[in-house]
């Protein structure tokens, strides 16, 4: 239980830092916020639990094609706003792109081999 405690205290620091970075400098908090820790992390985690290097590597692979879908929503974001559409709603329709996305990679993905 206490290392499941340890992994959420890690993710909340991290996302934290992140904030707060980005108070000060937003493209030094993007930086940050885009490095691959999470990733990084959950495969360290991953590999603790379960050393099989099989399974590390679907999990690698899978977590790079799931990446690409997330993508178009830092573009949207930011033209919606720009655009003069509220934070929350530009938010919430980025995030329901992203989804749709992913529901499409997952339906699409398998097609081509992918192990998703």
Partial sequence: MWQLAAKALLSGVLIAAIAEIG?????????????????????????????????????????????LPSLPMFLAIPAMLRHGVPFWLAL??????????????????PRFGLKL
């Fill in 92 to 109: 919430a329709a980025g995030c329901a792109l992203t989804v749709a996305l992913y529901l499409g990679m997952m339906h699409i993905g």
């Fill in 23 to 67: 108070k000060r400098l937003p493209a030094l908090g993007a930086l940050v916020a885009s490095l691959p820790l999470v990733s990084v992390l959950g495969m360290v985690f991953l590999w603790h639990a379960r050393p099989d290097a099989e399974n590390m590597a679907v999990h690698a692979e899978a977590t790079f094609w799931y990446v």
